[in-house]
């Protein structure tokens, strides 16, 4: 968490890849991943972020 692009500065408030992919009941994952992206998006978000990408599908739909 060595970023100063946002986000909460307490890590224990922050998600893990681990809390999603814990989370499997119902769900089919098509994409999880933590990945470096660089933002622009207003004064409080500019720079290096570290991100997790979810991308996911219901089953039963």
């Given at each position: 968490?060595?970023?100063?692009?946002?986000?909460?500065?307490?890590?224990?408030?922050?998600?893990?890849?681990?809390?999603?992919?814990?989370?499997?009941?119902?769900?089919?994952?098509?994409?999880?991943?933590?990945?470096?992206?660089?933002?622009?998006?207003?004064?409080?978000?500019?720079?290096?972020?570290n991100?997790?990408?979810?991308?996911?599908?219901?089953?039963?739909?």
């Amino acid at each position: 968490m060595s970023c100063s692009s946002g986000g909460h500065k307490d890590s224990q408030k922050l998600y893990t890849i681990e809390d999603f992919a814990s989370h499997q009941e119902g769900i089919e994952f098509i994409q999880l991943k933590e990945e470096i992206v660089h933002l622009s998006e207003g004064m409080g978000h500019q720079g290096e972020a570290n991100v997790i990408r979810v991308l996911f599908k219901k089953l039963g739909q």
